[in-house]
């Protein structure tokens, strides 16, 4: 039987569960077990690309590290340089408990809810605190590796510019920080599986998955903006409301160690980052049973609420979609959208993506040159919005429950491409658009109400761009795949269907800067083309 290597560390230090009453043999079995079964899953990070050989997927945590070891390297102008460590630090710190919080949450929050192994461990003379034990270690050995990967390479600057002290301090406090995160962690869903019941829970989860993609997608372009705060000479004083910001009470050991600063509230501070890691132990011990009570809210059915019927909503719904399936399949896909996890999970952060990328290419246009926003064409690149377009074409012709798709062959349907136009009438309506008039309004708001018709004519260019994308993709009756296979001979297509939307920019800018109303032509050629093309192609697909 194969041994952990953190296991046979934890071996070195099993006086201290001992004496604290835990069977210290029982708890490293049931670690052993958890960690064997562990190397089989796959992190959220590579969730988009879940397709893979279960040769691949054996230790998918350990090999998804090296995105953090990249993250990793915006922490070093704050560790490495200068000695204003108050505010260094505090940054560094804001920085790590929210990459380790989010990444809790969203990756390890099946191992601190999970309520499986009760069915078996609580039929078996194992005392509730060498379970508990278990899996708080279990949580904290990963958590580990992913603070080593966080902050191996900053430390190391650290430990070379600033000294063995600072190293040594950073060291203690990562481990602190650690322990409180897990606590913190399941304090909070202690408070809401209190008020909510689990599947409010499970929301939660999700919506901070989403959010960890995000922040993945759109931290490099932070990467090397960084390094410029090398040189920046910030002061930060410690107030009494202070005592709110978590960082800083990490950071306040240096000022006190480092700089000599023995004020009240640096010797306080320091004192918290300390004390209060070791008192939310003790607190999460004393809420164990209670937090144990509530995981069977988890397995709870929870009652779906009727929606009200709303008259305006209806009289859309039938403008939009003509014929009976075609509005069927509207309200399906539109809460498949809404509900279906693994569908937000890989969706919903390529949509804020999209929402953030224009505004990343205007701020390089704005640090390469001066802009007169006035007069300046950088609002086409308004056209990035379209980049979530492809994902999600191909998305809504797959499912986590794609075998349900028998209803299809049961219902009296006479046509499935009603089915296909009203999935992508969803997701135009439901996702696209909202995003869009949000962005839209930024857009004027900095650009003035004269690039209307340009927003006019990107809109019904996105219409256009998401029929070819559906015909590039292939014909696909909605969510009858398994999700794993959209990267099976699909992943090439996308950079393929990047030329169209390169095409459809190219000629909107052409016409804007060398013909008269150029833009106006533009548009009224797009709804004409957009009227033929919708037509024809699910005509054609009958």
Not at 17 to 38: C, E, P, S, W
Not at 76 to 100: K, R, V
Not at 138 to 164: D, E, N, S
Request: glycine share 4%; with cysteine; hydrophobic share 55%.
């Amino acid at each position: 039987m194969k041994d952990f290597k953190s296991l046979q560390l934890l071996d070195k230090v099993r006086f201290i569960f001992i004496n604290l009453g835990i069977d210290y043999a029982v708890m490293r079995q049931i670690l052993h077990i958890k960690l064997t079964m562990d190397e089989r899953r796959v992190p959220t990070l590579f969730n988009q690309s879940a397709n893979k050989k279960s040769e691949d997927q054996k230790y998918g945590y350990i090999k998804s590290l090296w995105i953090y070891v990249l993250i990793s390297l915006v922490l070093i102008p704050f560790i490495g340089f200068g000695e204003n460590f108050l505010f260094q630090m505090t940054i560094t710190y804001a920085i790590l408990i929210f990459m380790i919080m989010t990444s809790m949450i969203s990756d390890f929050s099946s191992v601190l809810l999970d309520v499986r192994d009760r069915t078996i461990l609580t039929t078996k003379p194992i005392s509730a605190k060498t379970v508990n034990a278990a899996k708080f270690m279990h949580i904290l050995i990963y958590l580990t590796y992913l603070t080593i990967a966080l902050t191996a390479i900053p430390l190391l600057v650290g430990l070379f510019k600033q000294g063995i002290l600072f190293f040594l301090l950073t060291v203690f406090e990562l481990v602190l920080i650690n322990i409180f995160i897990v606590v913190l962690t399941a304090m909070l869903y202690i408070a809401i599986l209190r008020f909510f019941d689990g599947e409010r829970l499970k929301d939660m989860i999700n919506y901070v998955q989403i959010g960890l993609s995000l922040v993945m997608m759109i931290g490099y372009q932070f990467l090397v903006r960084s390094f410029e705060l090398v040189n920046i000479n910030i002061a930060v004083d410690i107030h009494w409301w202070s005592i709110f910001l978590i960082p800083m009470w990490f950071a306040a050991p240096y000022e006190l160690l480092l700089n000599g600063d023995q004020s009240l509230l640096t010797v306080v501070f320091s004192i918290f980052s300390i004390v209060i890691p070791i008192v939310s132990i003790w607190l999460y011990i004393k809420l164990i049973p209670a937090f144990e009570r509530n995981l069977q809210k988890l397995l709870s059915i929870s009652k779906s609420k009727k929606e009200k019927t709303n008259r305006l909503k209806e009289f859309s719904i039938k403008f939009i979609c003509r014929t009976s399936e075609e509005r069927a399949i509207y309200r399906f896909a539109s809460l498949m959208m809404k509900q279906e996890r693994e569908f937000k999970l890989k969706i919903y952060p390529s949509l804020g993506f999209s929402f953030v990328i224009p505004f990343i290419f205007m701020l390089n246009v704005v640090r390469a040159e001066n802009v007169n926003y006035s007069v300046s064409m950088s609002y086409l690149n308004i056209y990035f919005s379209m980049l979530i377009i492809p994902a999600a074409v191909l998305m809504l012709g797959h499912s986590e429950k794609y075998k349900a798709a028998w209803i299809y062959k049961v219902l009296p349907i006479k046509n499935y491409t009603e089915l296909k136009k009203g999935s992508l009438k969803a997701f135009l309506i439901k996702l696209y658009i909202p995003l869009y008039v949000v962005l839209s309004i930024v857009f004027c708001f900095i650009y003035g109400t004269r690039i209307i018709p340009d927003l006019l004519a990107v809109l019904v260019a996105s219409c256009l761009y998401t029929v070819i994308c559906y015909i590039g993709y292939g014909s696909t009756i909605p969510f009858t795949k398994p999700n794993n296979e959209t990267v099976n001979a699909q992943g090439w297509k996308s950079f393929v269907l990047f030329i169209p939307l390169a095409l459809l920019a190219g000629i909107h800018y052409f016409m804007a800067t060398n013909i008269s109303y150029g833009t106006i032509i533009y548009l009224a050629t797009l709804v004409f083309v957009n009227l033929i093309v919708w037509k024809l192609v699910f005509q054609r697909a009958k």
